[in-house]
């Protein structure tokens, strides 16, 4: 079982930025692809960026050049460096960790969630 703890998240004006941090149990967390997931009420959630155990990364299309995803494999830890806010960009921001159980099964695991703001 992974669990992931998700913090950062608060109120922020637009034009703003905020780092966000998830961090893994697990003591494979370097072998664990991860990604951000957002949410607004009503609305899919959708991913906003991930990033291979090889740190290779992908974003969303409405996020590209504002946001950074990147990982600490040494303190089992990604974040989301979220910059020139925009009010579009408030959601609940969820993490989330694939990777494979010991029965080779692609299993996926998802944080609490971190509330993020954005006001005009």
């Known amino acids: 079982q992974v669990q992931l703890v998700e913090s950062g998240g608060g109120l922020v004006q637009a034009g703003g930025s905020l780092r966000l941090s998830c961090a893994a149990s697990g003591s494979r967390f370097s072998t664990y692809a991860m990604g951000w997931y957002r949410q607004a009420p009503g609305k899919q959630r959708t991913l906003v960026a991930s990033?291979?155990?090889?740190?290779?990364?992908n974003y969303a299309d409405s996020v590209e050049g504002r946001f950074t995803i990147s990982r600490d494999n040494a303190k089992n830890t990604v974040y989301l460096q979220m910059n020139s806010l925009i009010p579009e960009d408030t959601a609940v921001y969820y993490c989330?960790?694939?990777?494979?159980?010991?029965?080779?099964?692609?299993?996926?695991?998802w944080g609490q969630g971190t509330r993020v703001t954005v006001s005009s």
């Open positions: 989330k960790a694939d990777l494979y159980d010991d029965m080779w099964r692609r299993v996926a695991y």
């Open positions: 990033i291979s155990s090889g740190s290779n990364t």
